[in-house]
């Protein structure tokens, strides 16, 4: 049975991506793997608790990109319609999953039990891409504290994992704290992306990545920690 799965496109906010110029080049590249001139795209703003202020701003830059519809397929809220959300997105050439936080965002897909149906449509073709927040969502898992002030409380959740990959977004100017913590559970060999502000990352079915906009940090575990490695430069400009 051919695989059906398209790339997964992980972008990382910051002020980079907001001063970038419109219609932004990286979203015009997720647009290209669409198949549709003008893509309707469903909004999944459950990291952001659907902050309706998240979506006005997000929804601004992906019609200034070229998208067509953009529906706010509401899940957060205790009286969500999930039925009408599931509607949403699986009738949207492009998902979206927004910034905000990791964690949260994932208790929400879990309470709402919609991560099956997700993966069901990602198996089929869907095409998914996030932002900061929601670019760790599309990955493998992410590290949490129960305890913020103990460090010997941290571990590893997991998340959608249609990017079979280990990553965090924007923390270049705090050297990468939480991407280093959470390699520290992985076995040795395990490389993860730190994605500046501005950068994304696609990473394809068969688990090759390449760097999108600008360079990509990379770190390895090895015996002593995690140690920094070569940055992975983008193929191209755009």
Partial sequence: MPDKRKPVFLLAG???????????????????????PNPAI???GAASGDDQRFFSFISSTLKEAGAGEISHAILAPANADVKKAQKIIETADVIYISGGDVERGMRVLEEKKIISFLKGLFHSGKLFFGLSAGSIMLAREWVRWSDPDDDTTAELFPCLGFAPVLCDMHAEEDG????????MFKPEGEVGYGIAGGAGLIVYPDGMVEALGDAVHRFVRNKDGVERLADLKPLTSG
């Fill in 14 to 36: 910051g002020r980079a991506f907001r001063e970038r110029n419109k219609p932004d080049p990286l979203i015009q590249r997720i647009y290209s793997q669409s198949g549709a």
């Fill in 42 to 44: 469903a909004y999944i």
């Fill in 176 to 183: 990468w704290p939480e991407l280093r913590t959470a390699l």
